[in-house]
Nanobody, 123 residues
């Protein structure tokens, strides 16, 4: 079964850190561009970051640049999103997605979605 399993969300205080994981099963991640999206309550889903399939180039939304780092471990068939200096406005459900390429920080041609993991930033 082809699927992405995203995990690692939780409750963190402002200024804290979390690492999200996006693990693939049924297919090989390194053939895809992988992106992270987030959706906060009452807001539209927005792209956060993308890592290309070709050379591992990384792209970030301005709102997270310098605080979030996307990386991939092809041996583990997993992509990570390391989040630091978290702010209350970062709270959302984060989902990963596998696509054909990165269009900036948003993957296009997405064919597989993770179900999402909740990040809560609160003191």
């Amino acid at each position: 079964q082809v699927q992405l399993v995203d995990s690692g969300g939780g409750l963190v205080q402002p200024g804290g850190s979390l690492r999200l994981s996006c693990a693939a099963s049924g297919f090989t991640l390194d053939y895809y561009a992988i992106g992270w999206f987030r959706q906060a309550p009452g807001k539209e889903r927005e792209g956060v970051s993308c890592i290309s399939r070709s050379d591992g180039s990384t792209y970030y939304a301005d709102s997270v640049k310098g605080r979030f780092t996307i990386s991939r471990d092809n041996a583990k068939n997993t992509v990570y999103l390391q989040m630091a200096s978290l702010k209350p406005e970062d709270a959302a459900v984060y989902s990963c997605a596998a696509g054909l390429a990165c269009s900036g920080y948003v993957p296009w041609g997405v064919s597989v979605w993770g179900k999402g993991t909740l990040v809560t930033v609160s003191s």
